[in-house]
Structures are given as C-alpha cells and as structure tokens.
C-alpha cells in the first residue's frame, strides 16, 4: 500500500473547501458571539474516564484509546465536544448564573455514524447553562436557525420531539435486555407490527402507547393525536403544550416526531433535528440535557447543539473567490512599501515569483500593483 494513502473515512481538505469550511466556522462563531456566547477549546484528548463519564459513557464503541507515555493512563481521543464543555461549565468556570459557551473543532471516531460520512468531523456547537425554562430551549433554537441562514442554508426543516415521552414508556413497560431493544429498535423504525410484536408482555395502556408512538410524527395535528393517544399518562399531556409553545416560535412548517428515538437516552428534554434539501439525515441536532453535568459536580440545566462543518460545506453553494492583487517580486523598496500598505489595509497580494506563473486557485486577481517608469506604484485593473 501507498504511504500517502489515507485511512478509510479519513481525507484531506484541499484549498477551495478548506476556505469555504474557514469562512463558515468564522461566521458560525460571529452568530454565536452576537448571542453573548463565549469560545471554549476543550482539549483533543483527556483522560479516558474523564471522557467516558456520565453522558460520554455512550460515546465509548466511538472513543480511540491509547496509553500516555508520560503517565502509563488510558486517554481517549475525544469523539464528541459536548461532556467536555459540560465539564468546564460545572469544574472550572462553576458560575452562579447563565453560561453560554460555544466551541468548534475537529473530534475523532472509530467508525463513520453513517455511509460516506467521515470519521473526523469538525464540530461546531453551543450550549446554555443554568436555565430550565423554554426560553433556552427558544434560544438554542433561534440560534441554531441562524447559524444555518449565516451559512448560506436554506429549505430548513426543524423536526421537534421529546426524550421523555418514549423515555417515560419504554420504563413503564418493565422491558429489559432483548426485549427492550427490540421495541426501541422496532420504534426507531416506525414499524407497527415490530412493536406490536416486541410489546405483547406489557400491560394493555402502554402497548397501546407504544404503538400509538409510531404514527406520531407530521405536522401540528400530530399533537393533538397524542393528547388522545397518550391520556392514560397525564403526567405526559404537559410535554405536548410545550412542545407547542416552542413551535409558535419557529419557522412555519415545523413538524413533530414523538418516536424518535436518537438520543433518547442523553436528551433530558425537549429535542429537535434539522434536515436541509440534499441531505439524508440531520445537519443539526440538539435540545435539552439536564443531567450532563452531573457527574463533574454540578448538575444543573442545559441545552444545545451541534453540527458538522464538514458535511455543511457540502450542502452549500460555494463562495465567491476573494479579490487579490496581483505583484512582480522586487527588493525595490517602494514596492516592498507598497505592498505592505495593500496588506495592512485588508489586501491580498499574491507576488509573482521570478521566471512562474502563480498558480493560485483560491484568489481571483482582478488588479494589478504596477508603475510606469520610476513613478509611484499604483494599483490597476487587469
């Protein structure tokens, strides 16, 4: 085999998507910062426990571990952002009030989440703490919106559920082991008769609720067939309303998915997806995850989201290429000058080196830095 040759899943970024990925990290951290949201960078790797505690425990199967030769430790490569910044919020920063963080770099994974996916993505994301209304459900929201509009996206699709509704069910029906997977399999599915199948030992109410589940998905009426479906559990008739109150606030067009089962198990709360044209799955997903500090010391509300910049770019058109100036080399000081003015002033100028054409592919030179005789150099159009 090639020594060039990468592993599976794993690739370079080359010149023109590594500036639209550059651009879009900058202008997703710019929307952050305009909501009040401060950037964090959480190590690559930590201490393997650390990594795998609490919420992260999930993460294990998509952890790499090796051994640190300065301790003899087991650290892992970290596969998700998320227990990481949940551990800065409750050990390091432990503020009294409301902490808005934000974060964007690149996680590791041993297996792609899904086909053609990379292993490496390049995670952006926020997360409020310390508030348990809607209003920071509202705002993750709101704000994951907005990233998506800066990043050019449009066609937008927010899909909202809540981990509790199958959560609650799904522990009610007493189902362990096989017989639990099979229903949450069976759920994940939207397969009727698998869950009908998968539930025949539970009492008659949940059976029912459970296969009321996989029909619960659509628009606003979705609400009200689960308000009928669900009235054997009023303790859930609650989540329903503000699931409402969170979709008045959004977009038209926001439809409901009360089986979805991704993260069900991490979700505390109110969770959404966002789907764009051109993509099979989620570009966005979140919602709230009280318990996500719990194990660092301090556990206390939270909510978020994430996305990959590396499967964003892909779904966006590409950016108009920067304009540039083109140069000769000289040690000519009124040049050297020159130049150094153009830069300092925002500029790109791209010199030609002696004897070559500059192969520049990401600029698109438009001017020229030009003189006529022994006056002054001046910028010209090309």
């Given at each position: 085999?090639?020594?060039?040759?990468?592993?599976?899943?794993?690739?370079?970024?080359?010149?023109?998507?590594?500036?639209?990925?550059?651009?879009?990290?900058?202008?997703?951290?710019?929307?952050?910062?305009?909501?009040?949201?401060?950037?964090?960078?959480?190590?690559?790797?930590?201490?393997?426990?650390?990594?795998?505690?609490?919420?992260?425990?999930?993460?294990?199967?998509?952890?790499?571990?090796?051994?640190?030769?300065?301790?003899?430790?087991?650290?892992?490569?970290?596969?998700?952002?998320?227990?990481?910044?949940?551990?800065?919020?409750?050990?390091?920063?432990?503020?009294?009030?409301?902490?808005?963080?934000?974060y964007c770099g690149p996680v590791?994974?041993?297996?792609?989440?899904?086909?053609?996916?990379?292993?490496?993505?390049?995670?952006?994301?926020?997360?409020?703490?310390?508030?348990?209304?809607?209003?920071?459900?509202?705002?993750?929201?709101?704000?994951?919106?907005?990233?998506?509009?800066?990043?050019?996206?449009?066609?937008?699709?927010?899909?909202?559920?809540?981990?509790?509704?199958?959560?609650?069910?799904?522990?009610?029906?007493?189902?362990?082991?096989?017989?639990?997977?099979?229903?949450?399999?069976?759920?994940?599915?939207?397969?009727?008769?698998?869950?009908?199948?998968?539930?025949?030992?539970v009492a008659p109410e949940i059976?029912?609720?459970?296969?009321?589940?996989?029909?619960?998905?659509?628009?606003?009426?979705?609400?009200?067939?689960?308000?009928?479906?669900?009235?054997?559990?009023?303790?859930?008739?609650?989540?329903?309303?503000?699931?409402?109150?969170?979709?008045?606030?959004?977009?038209?067009?926001?439809?409901?998915?009360?089986?979805?089962?991704?993260?069900?198990?991490?979700?505390?709360?109110?969770?959404?997806?966002?789907?764009?044209?051109?993509?099979?799955?989620?570009?966005?997903?979140?919602?709230?995850?009280?318990?996500?500090?719990?194990?660092?010391?301090?556990?206390?509300?939270?909510?978020?989201?994430?996305?990959?910049?590396?499967?964003?770019?892909?779904?966006?058109?590409?950016?108009?290429?920067?304009?540039?100036?083109?140069?000769?080399?000289?040690?000519?000081?009124a040049l050297r000058a020159a130049?150094?003015?153009?830069?300092?002033?925002?500029?790109?100028?791209?010199?030609?080196?002696?004897?070559?054409?500059?192969?520049?592919?990401?600029?698109?030179?438009?001017?020229?830095?030009?003189?006529?005789?022994?006056?002054?150099?001046?910028?010209?159009?090309?």
């Amino acid at each position: 085999m090639s020594a060039w040759v990468l592993p599976d899943h794993i690739a370079d970024v080359l010149p023109s998507e590594a500036r639209h990925i550059e651009e879009l990290r900058r202008d997703l951290l710019d929307m952050a910062r305009a909501y009040g949201y401060e950037l964090v960078m959480p190590p690559l790797l930590e201490h393997l426990e650390s990594l795998l505690t609490g919420t992260g425990e999930a993460l294990g199967l998509q952890t790499f571990k090796l051994v640190d030769q300065l301790s003899g430790r087991m650290l892992g490569l970290r596969a998700d952002t998320t227990p990481q910044v949940a551990r800065i919020d409750a050990h390091l920063l432990n503020r009294r009030g409301v902490a808005r963080l934000c974060y964007c770099g690149p996680v590791l994974r041993t297996r792609p989440d899904r086909p053609h996916a990379t292993r490496e993505p390049l995670q952006f994301g926020a997360e409020i703490y310390g508030h348990a209304g809607v209003e920071a459900d509202l705002e993750i929201l709101r704000l994951a919106l907005d990233c998506l509009r800066a990043a050019g996206v449009t066609g937008v699709q927010v899909d909202l559920g809540d981990a509790r509704i199958p959560r609650h069910l799904l522990q009610a029906s007493g189902l362990t082991g096989s017989a639990l997977a099979d229903v949450q399999n069976a759920l994940a599915a939207k397969d009727a008769s698998g869950v009908a199948a998968s539930s025949q030992s539970v009492a008659p109410e949940i059976r029912q609720a459970l296969q009321a589940l996989v029909r619960l998905y659509g628009d606003e009426s979705v609400l009200a067939e689960a308000a009928v479906a669900l009235k054997a559990f009023p303790q859930l008739l609650p989540l329903l309303d503000d699931l409402r109150k969170l979709a008045a606030s959004l977009p038209p067009g926001t439809s409901f998915d009360l089986a979805d089962l991704r993260g069900y198990a991490y979700y505390s709360g109110a969770q959404f997806a966002m789907y764009v044209p051109g993509s099979s799955d989620a570009v966005v997903r979140g919602g709230r995850y009280d318990e996500v500090g719990a194990v660092f010391g301090r556990n206390r509300p939270a909510a978020g989201f994430s996305l990959d910049l590396r499967e964003l770019v892909s779904l966006v058109a590409p950016r108009t290429l920067r304009a540039a100036i083109r140069a000769p080399w000289s040690d000519d000081d009124a040049l050297r000058a020159a130049i150094a003015d153009l830069r300092s002033a925002g500029e790109t100028v791209v010199c030609e080196l002696p004897g070559h054409d500059s192969e520049v592919d990401e600029f698109r030179c438009d001017r020229v830095l030009a003189r006529d005789g022994a006056g002054p150099w001046a910028v010209r159009p090309l």
